[in-house]
């Protein structure tokens, strides 16, 4: 892969992913599952949307003190974003979190459920895409302006997770990164929740590493 084929600011050590890499352990039924289209996969990554860096995102390192992210680095509009748009899809490891696979790893910050039913999760701590840069809106915007969404992937048969601006009508007018009437304005911190369940098993370990 080429220089030109990453993104800028994509850290130098880590490899970086323009389609999922699958886990040895993942089984022959659990890929088999995810080449299967239920008709409730309705959101679509299209058979003409190209591999590598997304142009609709940068990567930009969070100087700003006051962000609670702030040393690390979160991804960003480079233009406007309509609400409803697929931003990019989230690549990484796709693993089975089914035993034994799911004791010997240890859930990472980046770990998505790709397909709970079948046992499988992707995991873009080691590698990815720009995805992996989205953060919490927890403590930088009043809300969220985008979420994770089961999809299907025309380019290759497959299940996958994207990354799509919420749509018009939900809760989405966070001014403090840079939103209108809905959508994300092109500068806007491209924002998630990751979940209540998220946070309460950070403030878990938090508390047992004080205790210790
Ligand atoms: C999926 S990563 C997001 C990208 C990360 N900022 C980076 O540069 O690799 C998740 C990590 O980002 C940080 N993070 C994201 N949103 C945050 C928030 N609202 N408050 C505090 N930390 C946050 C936490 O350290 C979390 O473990």
Redesign the pocket.
């Known amino acids: 892969m080429g220089k030109d084929r990453i993104p800028q600011n994509w850290p130098s050590s880590m490899p970086y992913l323009s389609q999922p890499s699958f886990a040895p352990h993942i089984t022959r039924t659990q890929k088999d599952a995810l080449r299967i289209r239920s008709p409730d996969l309705t959101a679509i990554i299209p058979s003409n949307l190209p591999r590598g860096p997304c142009s609709l995102v940068k990567i930009i390192p969070?100087a700003e003190p006051s962000h609670?992210?702030h040393g690390?680095?979160?991804l960003f509009a480079a233009r406007h974003l309509e609400p409803g748009t697929l931003i990019l899809p989230y690549y990484g490891l796709v693993h089975s979190s089914l035993p034994p696979h799911s004791i010997a790893h240890d859930k990472s910050?980046?770990d998505l459920w790709l397909n709970r039913e079948v046992g499988v999760a992707v995991d873009?701590e080691k590698a990815g895409n720009e995805a992996?840069?989205?953060?919490?809106?927890?403590?930088?915007g009043e809300r969220p302006n985008a979420e994770f969404r089961q999809c299907w992937d025309a380019r290759s048969g497959q299940q996958c997770m994207g990354v799509y601006v919420l749509p018009a009508g939900k809760k989405n007018t966070p001014a403090k990164v840079g939103a209108g009437a809905g959508g994300i304005a092109k500068g806007g911190e491209i924002l998630v929740s990751?979940g209540k369940g998220f946070w309460s098993k950070?403030r878990e370990e938090q508390d047992a590493a004080n205790r210790a």
């Open positions: 969070i609670p992210a690390q680095a979160g910050d980046y873009a992996r840069f989205i953060n919490d809106y927890r403590g930088v990751y950070r």
